[in-house]
């Protein structure tokens, strides 16, 4: 496979991924502002655009801080590089690129995604929004599962590779931006705006009734962090996102013969998790615990990168 | 310009109808308008979303459409295919004889038969390759060769495409299209199959590799990227061969051999299907500032250690002035009369032929000898007076830059319009594959159909669309 090809699937799965994630937060955000019996209000945009690193881009349009303008900037904005809009569009840039890797199927699916966004300047109000965002997760769901039946040669290997290491980014980032909110120093657990901002991470992670299932009790802080972070069951927790990159690194290494740095990060943090436990991640402070997942991941993204020569 | 030859109706007055195509001229006043409407717009929605769409230069808005769809096909009988057939391999043969000779001893200058200047001093003519010779003397390996007609046997070449022919793609699928929304046609003819064209051309790029290759060699196809108008044809041509898609980057050169950077280490390139202009082959050879190119490509080729698919240098055949002087060189190196004839064609570098020109330009088709894509043209009967007076100015100011012809008459094939069937221009472009000693065709090719009413421009970038052309196995009927 040429290299290029491999860092086109690789980011293909990426931008797919990115862009369900801030749909998904996008409609969290907004069942949270909107019903909820004490609407959180700007606090709950602000750190929705916090998780996804858009704030400072935010406050440099000059808009103000409405639903309304941040719903436009998440969905349909052309400028802003987070957008599920912009995501889509480099998604089926990279897709475009390597055609004759995909099926039709995951190609027509991607280009479907892409036109429900394509030419779109204003999501409409919030039952509109709503509408494009299902729909948006309805393609990218279409996708996986065109992905899924695909050959399971490399080429399907790497895109669900970018995925499973955008899927790792994502959730961590919205545990560290929701930390506080999910263990508060000193102030009593279980108060109504903490029940709606746990439902909203769930949510974003399609996560509530897993947790239901897994827990069989109400919404606990440290539940909901430990199923995040170690509970392998949830595809969008850290440990299930760590086992899908090393599984697909060794089927690429197994089919082509190339293994090497990535392999060997991924196992390591991979066999971390097996130890793990959620109180111990706790007491040592789970933002510092998160800050170093994300920078470990990125070294693993770079380590990617470089053994498969992308660039 | 004459009364137009439709070629499943015949002329206006009844002459000419054929009876073999009086199932299909049935189908149509028996299939509604909209039941027709329905299945076309099907294939369209199918075409968009397989993304087999083309850009169109200069426009901005509509960076990706798709080449409107016919959904009335276009029919030849077997015999007039094989006289066709013969008639391309002929010309086809002739191409190639005439670059061996061009980039060699150049035997037909030496003869007179075409000015020396012409040739040497074209920009399409390109120096740095002479003495030079491809795998057993093949340049054109693939030709699509433009072919217009006036009446039931009148068929003329309109142009040679000899460098990286484009629009196969839509014969392959325009034919998928029609056997799942039409298939009854297919109960009625029995139309020779085109699926077998990507094996032909693999087929092809092998039996030329270098020597010494062994016998899988390692064929690829060079894109200059996915922003590029046929993107979607190269892909759909690599995938369906199964070998890879690359782009410039993706090959180096190194100790006159060319390789492409893959996951594993770099694989070791036999045979280069090129989409790109030679002028963005090599950076060192041909244009300096082109970042498309891949460094030493060039000298690679004349090491012998890859084949160039088409041969760098070809565009010296598809010239249009060099046109004008095909049938002197099929006549020079096949010692025959040509089967298929040109149109007559006035150069108007030559001064007689320019002052006739001048005084004619609202009855003739002029053309730029390097254009292409229906850009830089001027067809007289459906021009303005201001634009007939810019060709004027524009002839006077350099007249080696152009051609002109008599506007034909061109034939038209019913047609699906908004206000039903009508009748509509078409031309047509078979792909003529050139193996070492033997030429091949597939029974088929792409008809191109001009969609506004008494317009004879077909290109897809001038508003022109596409129907299947059936090949009849047969001169009719299903027997």
Redesign the interface.
Known sequence: ??????SCLYWLGRYVERAEFTARLVEATLRLDALSTRPAGDAAWLSAMKVLDADIAFAATGQALTPRNVTRFLTVSVGHPGSVLFCLNAAR?NA??V??ALS?EA??AI??AWLLFHGKTSPGDTEQVLNLVAQAEAETRGFEGAIGRMLRN?SSRFIRLGAAIERADNTARLLDVKYHILLPEGEAVGGAVDRDQWTTILQTVSAVNAYRWLYREGLKPWLVTELLILRRELPRSLAACGEEVVQHLAG?GKE???QGEADRLARDRHAEFGSARIEQIIATGLHEYLEDYLEANAALDAAIARQ??FY | MGRPFDEIRGFSEGAGARPEFAALGQWLDETPAAELQRRQEAAEATFRQLGITFAVYGDEAAAERIIPFDIVPRIFTASEWSSLSAGLVQRVEAINAFLTDIYGPRKILADGIIPEDLILRNPQFRPEIVGSRPPHDVWSHICGIDLVRTGPDDFWVLEDNARTPSGVSYMLENREAMIRLCPELFQMYQVEPVDSYTDLLHETMQSVAPRGCGSDPVCVILTPGHYNSAYYEHSFLADTIGIELVEAADLEVDDDKVWMRTITGRVQVHVIYRRIDDDFLDPLIFRPDSLLGVPGLISAYRAGNVTIVNAPGTGIADDKAVYSYMPEIVRYYSGGDPLLPNVETYRCREPEMLSYVLDNLEKLVVKLVDGSGGYGMLVGPMASKTQIEDFRAALKAEPHRYIAQPTLALSTVPTLTEKGIAPRHVDFRPFVLSQPGRVKIVPGGLTRVALKEGSLVVNSSQGGGTKDSFILANNGGRS
């Open positions: 496979m040429l290299s290029r090809t491999a840039d475009k690129a055609r004759t039709r190609w027509s280009n479907r490399p690429i082509t013969g190339n498969f020569r």
